[in-house]
């Protein structure tokens, strides 16, 4: 949109980076999350489906494990 657009070049302009630093930090981290969370919740919903009632004990890394070749 056009107000986000807007924001991106007034960061980009690096005297306003060197003018606010701290802001300037603040606004990367915040302007660079994913308009969407569809891969997120595909991540959570494949999850759900790898770790049920009977499988609840599996470690961390068979889990990741799971999930990698799922994708």
Not at 4 to 24: A, I
Not at 25 to 33: C, F, T, V
Not at 47 to 61: A, D, F, P
């Amino acid at each position: 949109n056009r107000k986000k657009g807007e924001c991106l070049r007034f960061w980009k302009d690096v005297s306003n980076q060197k003018r606010f630093p701290v802001l300037f930090s603040l606004a990367r981290d915040y302007l660079a999350i994913p308009c969407s969370s569809v891969e997120v919740e595909r991540t959570f919903s494949n999850g759900t489906n790898i770790v049920t009632h009977k499988r609840h004990r599996l470690k961390n890394s068979t889990i990741e494990s799971c999930l990698l070749l799922k994708e």
